[in-house]
């Protein structure tokens, strides 16, 4: 789902829980790939030394854009399971509220039930 779909679901006033639950899981999608690239950078000890470009965690599965922060500060972001980075204009107003604006990107705090990486990965392997 495009971004300009997302919107346009949106302002019809036709987005359904289900609907909104699929737009979370995608956002966590990125946020486990990132998590992933956060550890990496752990375990090889330049976790301070380098700006990495994070994935967009919004919720089109079609936006491959990055965001370059720390490890440090993405982690100080993701100390709450509801913090999520996007692009600013990515963030989705029914499902989450921006709560930190950057200069390069926006912090948002959903406002949704969050799906675990495992419910996630679960629901990938039903579409397969």
């Not at 330049?46 to 965690?57: A, D």
């Not at 600013?88 to 039930?113: C, L, M, S, Y």
Request: net charge negative; with cysteine.
């Amino acid at each position: 789902m495009h971004l300009d779909d997302i919107i346009k679901l949106i302002n019809g006033g036709c987005m359904k829980k289900r609907d909104e639950r699929r737009l979370a899981e995608n956002e966590v999608i990125f946020k486990q790939i990132n998590k992933d690239v956060d550890g990496f950078l752990h375990d090889v000890g330049v976790q301070n030394l380098l700006v990495t470009p994070f994935y967009c965690e919004c919720s089109s599965l079609e936006c491959r854009e990055r965001i370059e922060l720390t490890p440090a500060e993405y982690e100080r972001i993701h100390k709450s399971l509801r913090h999520f980075i996007v692009l600013p204009g990515h963030q989705i107003p029914a499902i989450e509220q921006v709560i930190e604006q950057r200069d390069n990107f926006n912090v948002v705090e959903k406002k949704t039930e969050i799906p675990s990486p495992s419910e996630v990965r679960h629901r990938l392997k039903e579409l397969k």
